[in-house]
């Protein structure tokens, strides 16, 4: 099975600073996809960013890109000009593209701060 | 487009209550999702179906837990008997496809305490 794991219970950064919250995975597969979702506290779960694991560009969206290591099975969030509204909890997802199964397999969260 | 549906946003009931839990998936969508939010556990998938049929349900968490997706267009996740264990989120995702690197969209959730 699975696993997903965010080492950092708690963030905080500076507002217009950059941050890079931590995520690593464990699968036996070679055809995922990985994402991070934002939920503020709305309780809404947005997506923030995804990576198919056969790219190996860093996938990026505006002020949000990843670091993707395949072979470390690393996958962090890099937030650069950290705006109020960032403030969150930001989760990590594994989706299996290898079976038919489609589930999301969540890491533990990472509630960030930013501080102005 | 509206986005995922649910509803109730809020619900509140006494243990033993029936509490019934129901999505409305973006049009086109043929996956549906039922996912649970709680401290302890995070986020974990309770069951999921495609075409409205259930394919995995091995995270239902025991025999007071149903869900039904009588067609492409509604779904629901019923507790019956209650019990205050079952106090989380529940969140409802559809998305395209059994296969599909689209990510699955998230409706507003459901925040259920049982008392």
């Known amino acids: 099975a699975q696993t997903v794991t965010q080492s950092q219970p708690e963030m905080s950064v500076q507002e217009a600073e950059t941050v890079t919250l931590s995520c690593t995975y464990d699968t036996s597969e070679s055809d995922y996809y990985l994402f991070w979702y934002k939920q503020p506290p709305s309780r809404q779960m947005i997506l923030v960013i995804r990576?198919?694991?056969?790219?190996?560009q860093n996938a990026t969206e505006n002020r949000f890109s990843v670091n993707f290591q395949k072979a470390a099975k690393s996958f962090s969030l890099k937030i650069s000009d950290s705006q109020l509204g960032d403030a969150a909890m930001y989760f990590c997802?594994?989706?299996?593209?290898?079976?038919?199964?489609?589930?999301?397999?969540f890491g533990e969260g990472t509630q960030l701060t930013v501080n102005p | 487009d509206a986005g995922v549906i649910q509803s109730p946003r809020h619900e509140v009931t006494e243990m033993g209550q029936e509490v019934t839990l129901r999505c409305k998936p973006i049009s086109g969508h043929n996956s549906l999702f039922w996912y649970r939010q709680t401290m302890m556990r995070g986020l974990e998938l309770l069951i999921y179906f495609n075409n409205n049929v259930p394919i995995d349900d091995s995270g239902m968490p025991e025999d007071r837990f149903s869900a039904k997706m009588p067609n492409a267009s509604f779904s629901t996740l019923k507790i019956q008997p209650s019990e205050p264990r079952d106090s989380a989120v529940y969140f409802c995702?559809?998305?395209?496809?059994?296969?599909?690197?689209?990510?699955?969209?998230f409706g507003p959730g459901t925040r259920l305490t049982v008392l």
């Open positions: 997802a594994y989706r299996s593209g290898e079976t038919s199964g489609s589930r999301l397999t």
């Open positions: 990576q198919e694991a056969y790219k190996q």
């Open positions: 995702a559809t998305g395209r496809g059994a296969i599909n690197p689209n990510e699955q969209f």
